[in-house]
């Protein structure tokens, strides 16, 4: 199989802007500034088609948002400048991608159109349409619309990848494919906390052998589990699946990798409260096998990369085309 290389940036960030699924694949330079053409300041020029200061600043802003998440207030300046020319070259691709994609011709387009406002509308990012006119609104969505049918079209959108080539993958790494021993295990908990009083923890420790004293009676463990559980796998029976050593609280952890699966066990004090615990299967360490979810897995992260590195050549051959001026 050859060798993948690691998407460069520019691409990783185009498609994370740009969005990967569901609606599509929308714009990253969203242009709903509030001020005249000639009150904007112009950094770059394709093909005769103007990016702003502000669509610049904007992006800018939101990634140094994320350094601040991190308790960076303020870039070195060769940094910030080095920044600052990636998200220029950023805008600059999508801005070609947009003028490539109005080439083409969308069948139905104005209803396509209609369905994608609706969809926005109900959506998280609804917040955007707010204050914006109709005509701005589907004139921005038109753009939306118009590039999911040209990556479609080029190949770009959901491109195939070959079982052969995910069976390869999977093994010449097998080493990514490895589990710790895991146990699957149910539970039934019945919370406390370090500031309850001694009535409360005695409540609740009465509660948790009452559930465990009807379940040896012959009661079903999810029935109980439903009944009593006030844990959020309550409502599968307190399934928790298959978890790994670490997973559990220490406690619970020594518990359930040291029980037999089907007996149930005495009643374990978390620090979240009282549990009682079935082990209803183990699997030891290993390779996991090549099965359709460890499949679909692969397949979905090499489609990605896939999508990727053709977007990336894709892009490279439409520069290669246009006009690019850039006056910062």
């Known amino acids: 199989m050859r060798k993948r290389k690691r998407a460069v940036r520019l691409v990783l960030w185009l498609l994370t802007c740009l969005g990967c699924c569901g609606g599509g694949l929308p714009a990253v330079a969203v242009d709903f500034a509030g001020k005249s053409e000639d009150e904007r300041q112009v950094v770059a020029k394709v093909n005769e088609s103007p990016i702003y200061e502000d669509q610049l600043t904007d992006q800018l802003e939101a990634i140094l948002g994320k350094f601040r998440k991190f ?3 303020t870039l070195p300046p060769d940094l910030l400048r080095q920044k600052r020319e990636q998200v220029l070259n950023q805008l600059i691709d999508s801005t070609i991608l947009r ?14 159109i209609s369905r994608r406002i609706d969809e926005i509308k109900q959506g998280p990012s609804a917040a955007r349409f707010e204050g914006k006119s109709e005509a ?7 753009g939306q619309v118009s590039l999911d049918e040209y990556l479609e079209q ?64 012959g009661e079903d463990f999810g029935e109980v589990a439903r009944k009593f559980s006030e844990c959020h796998s309550a ?12 997973f559990l609280p220490a406690e619970v952890d020594q518990v359930v990798f040291s029980a037999e699966p089907g007996k149930l066990s005495e009643v374990v004090l978390s620090q979240h409260g009282y549990h009682v615990l079935e082990v209803t299967e ?9 099965d359709e979810r460890v499949k679909a897995f692969i397949g979905k992260y090499l489609q990605g990369e ?18 690019i001026e850039i006056y910062l």
């Open 99 to 112: 003028q490539a994609s109005r080439s083409i011709k969308v069948e139905d387009i104005e209803t396509k």
């Open 136 to 142: 701005e609104v589907r004139d921005w969505v038109r």
């Open 306 to 323: 896939l999508k990727r590195e053709l977007l990336a050549a894709h892009i490279k051959e439409l520069r290669d085309q246009a006009r």
């Open 235 to 246: 409502a599968v029976g307190g399934d928790l699946g298959f978890v790994e050593r670490g």
């Open 71 to 73: 308790g960076k207030r």
């Open 282 to 290: 183990k699997k030891p360490a290993g390779v996991m096998p090549y």
């Open 154 to 217: 080029n190949g770009l959108a959901d491109p195939v990848v070959a079982d052969k080539e995910i069976k390869t993958y999977y093994e010449e790494n097998q080493a990514s494919f490895t589990a710790g021993e895991r146990v699957r295990v149910r539970h039934i908990l019945i919370k406390t906390d370090g500031d309850a009083s001694p009535a409360e923890k005695e409540a609740a420790r009465l509660k948790i052998d009452l559930a465990r004293s009807s379940i040896v009676n």
